[in-house]
């Protein structure tokens, strides 16, 4: 069984090879600096919502805005908003452990759940980028999934810094307005069978797109550029001003060995600078479009 987490899922609609990197191979992308205010918020919602899902009760803001629902109690709900465990669905056709970790779930009187996603932003209004809807649109697959009944509207909890009181008396104040969303998971299975067929196949190509496979090339282009030998820009320049070139070309010119000169002669031919070799026959020095 092989556990497929919901950011690594949302990982293949960025970029296929960087999927293949991180789920077929542990290479993560670099990860970013912790947005510690997010978690913070996190903890704080969090903590007030479990007062009134002990009680049984509607938390403020699902009064306010009118909503059928209070905080779902639920014996495995820290189990599910746990980032190592979460909601886990075993998914035996790919045997892929499709799991993600939930931030909280209102059920209405019906008994229907309602996913919920806390957000901590600074801008003015909350936007609701295509991955936010991913991560919510899984777990309500997952959720139903796992037999429970799941209303496609969720909610996003927004806290947004309110930047026209700023620091008041010392104090950040936040608004949080709750946003409606209604998700559709009917593409979720679909992407799960492409991820199997991916991490079955070879690595894909890089994403044309894609700043983490960009920075990976030009870090191997360098790394095979100091490999090849200190003539080697010299004897690029060289080659330009001819029509054909050999190794004894280059030995003579450079005044080194036979076997350098080889070398570097593959070296020029594997930069695109001379074609291959036939027998004996000089290589011929191939013009770019530039030149």
């Known amino acids: 069984m092989i556990k497929l987490s919901r950011s690594k899922l949302e990982l ?33 919602l969090k903590k007030e919502f479990d007062e009134h899902r002990k009680n049984g009760t509607a938390h403020y803001l699902i009064t ?10 639920h014996e495995d709900i820290d189990k599910w908003r746990n980032t190592f465990t979460g909601i886990q669905y075993h998914h035996k056709e790919t045997d892929f452990l499709v799991f993600g970790a939930v931030d909280d779930i209102w059920v209405d009187t019906k008994g229907n759940l309602m996913v919920v996603d806390y957000k901590a932003s600074g801008a003015k209004e909350g936007e609701l980028y295509d991955s936010y809807k991913h991560q919510m649109e899984i777990y309500q697959w997952i959720l139903k999934k796992m037999g429970f009944k799941v209303l496609n ?37 679909d992407k799960i069978y492409e991820a199997k067929k991916i991490l079955d196949g070879r690595i894909p190509k890089a994403e044309v797109d894609c700043d983490f496979c960009k920075y990976r090339n030009t870090v191997e282009e360098a790394e095979s550029f100091d490999d090849k030998d200190e003539l080697f820009e010299d004897a690029v320049e060289f080659a ?20 350098r000169a080889a070398r570097i002669l593959d070296e020029l031919e594997s930069a695109g600078i001379v074609g291959p070799g036939e027998g004996s026959k000089p290589r011929e020095v191939l013009k770019s479009n530039e030149e």
Do not use: H
């Open 64 to 73: 306010r805005e009118g909503i059928d629902a209070i905080p779902f109690m």
């Open 12 to 44: 293949l609609f960025e970029c296929p090879r960087c999927f293949w990197l991180y789920a077929g191979k542990g290479i993560a992308r670099p990860f970013g600096a912790p947005y510690t205010i997010n978690n913070a918020v996190d903890f704080l």
């Open 240 to 259: 330009k001003e001819l029509e054909t070139i050999t190794a004894a070309l280059i030995q003579q010119n450079f005044k080194t060995g036979y076997a």
């Open 153 to 189: 509207r969720g909610y996003f909890v927004y806290c947004r810094v309110n930047k026209d009181n700023g620091f008041a008396k010392g104090n950040l104040t936040f608004d949080i307005k709750v946003q409606p969303y209604d998700g559709d998971d009917s593409w979720v299975e």
